[in-house]
């Protein structure tokens, strides 16, 4: 019905930069908002950076001044653009959507499959 699909992930050295996009398909209404969520070996999953259909954006503050979102809403993307990156950076990615389909009333979150990124001390 609907699909996120992420890419970009990959191992990088510290101070290094990786670019993370993710694709949402499917029968689609509208996108409320759609981002980034990330989560460490034994840390829950946490908000890394969101951007609304107004086209603000929220990040956590351990990525400000990093980390840069965009989004496409002609082609329902996102992309991540991740600079300074540092060990503490290390975790699975996942993409996220707040998002309507149609023939259906409210929106409900959906979830990408998640993109390992690791960076070395």
């Known amino acids: 019905q609907v699909q996120l699909v992420e890419s970009g992930g990959g191992l990088v050295q510290s101070g290094g930069s990786l670019r993370l996009s993710c694709a949402a398909s499917?029968?689609?209404?509208?996108?409320?908002?759609i981002g980034w969520y990330r989560q460490a070996p034994g840390k829950p999953r946490d908000l890394v950076a969101t951007?609304?259909?107004?086209?603000?954006?929220n990040y956590a503050d351990s990525v400000k001044g990093r980390f840069t979102i965009s989004r496409d809403n002609a082609k329902n993307t996102v992309d991540l653009q991740m600079n300074t990156l540092k060990p503490e950076d290390t975790a699975v990615y996942y993409c996220y959507a707040l998002l309507r389909v149609h023939g259906f009333v409210g929106s409900r979150v959906y979830w990408g499959q998640g993109t390992q990124v690791t960076v070395s001390s």
């Open positions: 499917g029968s689609i209404f509208s996108i409320n908002s």
């Open positions: 951007i609304p259909s107004d086209g603000t954006t």
